[in-house]
């Protein structure tokens, strides 16, 4: 598992599930506790949408965000097609495809403040 901090753990758990297309791995709105993984991906890594309750993650997840380095990368099939997606669902674009040596990335927020990559091979 690893972890992602959010404003609102079950606000971001909506915006992950609904919009972004992720799977519910275990539920516990009582402990604020809610993660997710990729769809069909049963023995994959959990996504963690951990609360920035804490001051140094969130001084962490808003110099990432202000700096514009995103807090993630996840690798898709076709960056293009699935930002349509995105977009389509109303996720904010921060940056179009571009294709360099290494591969497509484009960049999108989150609305739960991260900014996350999406990467091509």
């Known amino acids: 598992m690893c972890s992602i901090h959010v404003d609102d753990p ?4 909506a915006v992950y599930t609904e ?7 275990l539920v516990m709105p009582e402990h604020h506790l809610y993660v997710v993984r990729a ?3 049963t023995d994959g890594v959990g ?17 990432l965000h202000s700096s514009e380095i995103p807090a993630m990368v ?3 099939p076709d960056v293009a097609a699935e930002l349509e997606r995105l977009r389509a669902s109303g996720v ?3 940056t179009e495809p571009e294709t360099t040596p290494y591969g497509t990335t484009a960049v999108f927020d989150d609305g739960c403040g991260n900014l ?4 091509q091979d």
């Open 116 to 119: 996350v990559q999406l990467h």
């Open 92 to 94: 904010v674009i921060h």
């Open 10 to 13: 079950a606000a971001a758990f």
């Open 39 to 41: 769809p069909g991906d």
């Open 47 to 63: 996504l963690l949408l951990e609360p920035s309750d804490n001051p140094l993650a969130l001084s962490y997840r808003q110099g």
């Open 74 to 76: 996840f690798g898709v």
């Open 19 to 25: 919009t972004l297309g992720f799977e519910e791995a």
